[in-house]
Nanobody, 122 residues
Framework: QVQLVESGGGLVQAGGSLRLSCAAS????????AAWFRQAPGKEREFVAA????????YYADSVKGRFTISRDNAKNTVPLQMNSLKPEDTAVYYC???????????????WGQGTQVTVSS
């Protein structure tokens, strides 16, 4: 089983930046598609960004397109999420996920991290 751990969350003012990281326990993580989801209080979990196992293809939710960047660092066995121009609407718990398919649907992912809190103040 692949264990995923998110880090890098915190408090930032609107317009600021944060860099999240998803660290995996096994090298097999590099063989999976990876994604970031988020869930705000009282809201359903929503898709944020995904990346293929190769790292060559990415996909973003419209709400974060142009502001967030997902990538892969295979040397560190991590998937970072660079978040720029943050808005209060970005406030949520952010989760990393991995699975065999490149997908925007949370039910398609097999492995999940515990989440990291991102709070954007106005």
């Amino acid at each position: 089983q692949v264990q995923l751990v998110e880090s890098g969350g915190g408090l930032v003012q609107a317009g600021g930046s944060l860099r999240l990281s998803c660290a995996a326990s096994a090298r097999t993580f590099t063989l999976y598609a990876a994604a970031w989801f988020r869930q705000a209080p009282g809201k359903e979990r929503e898709f944020v960004a995904a990346i293929r196992s190769s790292g060559g293809t990415t996909y973003y939710a419209d709400s974060v397109k142009g502001r967030f960047t997902i990538s892969r660092d295979n040397a560190k066995n991590t998937v970072p999420l660079q978040m720029n121009s943050l808005k209060p609407e970005d406030t949520a718990v952010y989760y990393c996920a991995a699975g065999p398919l490149f997908s925007t649907t949370d039910t398609e992912y097999v492995y999940w991290g515990q989440g990291t809190q991102v709070t954007v103040s106005s």
